[in-house]
């Protein structure tokens, strides 16, 4: 997670992530494909005011335009109907299955930008502070995914460093497998002792007792006001459209 400068990340995390929670529910309970076309553009509005360069938001957003194309041709082809519009061998696409496709398709999509804009935006200290604070989240579990998301660039950098001292070696594996096994073991190690580490500095300092909070996040008027807002116009689009 990472936190930018635009007015969407200004907004109180554990807000904004019950009114995209909220769009979800949305996008999950309807089987219009017109609605869900107006989810999906209200999503895209959201990434739109992420505060993303356009060049940069293309960039992110390219694996997911696959995986949609995906999705799809597999849901088109391969479903059922009774109204056939193409067949070719093994292929054979309905009116029936082709809607199902928008739809799957659509509804896949508005999910990953919904998840793009919170993740965009949003710092994961604040989001867990929300948490503890708005959502009465218990301190242990909380902190504990916190240190979690913590752990993923510290992976990247171990795996990264086992891969050049094994490339410096001149390790090779003959079986992909094997590779895998030669990489996550030492991780796996590492992993252990560091979380052991963080257990001991966490007892030391006295984790359990009366804990105090350098930042506390509130929940101003704007926040309510940005929930209200998405909350009315979601239910709108998926009640008239």
């Known amino acids: 997670m990472q936190e930018n400068h635009s007015w969407f990340a200004q907004i109180n995390p554990s807000v904004k992530l019950a009114a995209l929670l909220y769009v ?3 996008l999950i309970s309807t089987s219009r494909l017109q609605v869900t076309f107006a989810l999906l553009v209200l999503a895209a509005v959201g990434v739109c005011c992420s505060g ?3 060049s940069t938001l293309f960039l992110r957003l390219m694996p997911y335009s696959v995986l949609f194309l995906l999705t799809f041709w597999m849901m088109a082809t391969f479903g059922k109907g009774e109204t056939e519009l193409w067949t070719f061998g093994w292929f054979r696409i309905t009116e029936e299955s082709l809607t199902h496709a928008w739809l799957v398709a659509t509804r896949m999509l508005a999910f990953v ?3 793009v804009t919170f993740v965009a935006t949003t710092d994961a200290t604040r989001f867990v502070m929300s948490l503890i604070h708005q959502c009465r989240l218990p301190v242990r579990l909380a902190y504990g995914f916190l240190a979690g ?3 993923i660039p510290i992976f990247r950098q171990s795996i990264r460093t086992i891969r050049q001292a094994r490339r410096v070696r001149q390790q090779r594996s003959f079986w992909p ?3 895998f096994f ?3 073991l030492p991780l796996f190690t590492t992993s252990i002792l560091r979380s052991e580490q963080i257990a001991i500095a966490m007892e030391a300092r006295q984790f359990r007792v009366n804990r105090t909070y350098y930042v506390e996040p509130v929940v101003t008027r704007g926040d ?3 929930l209200l807002i998405i909350v009315t116009l979601a239910t709108s689009l998926r ?3």
Do not use: C, E
């Open 224 to 226: 309510l006001a940005f």
């Open 24 to 26: 979800m529910l949305l």
């Open 113 to 115: 930008l919904l998840s």
């Open 177 to 179: 497998w094997q590779t």
């Open 182 to 184: 030669d990489i996550s």
């Open 239 to 241: 009640l008239f459209v």
């Open 149 to 151: 998301l913590r752990f």
């Open 52 to 54: 993303w360069q356009l």
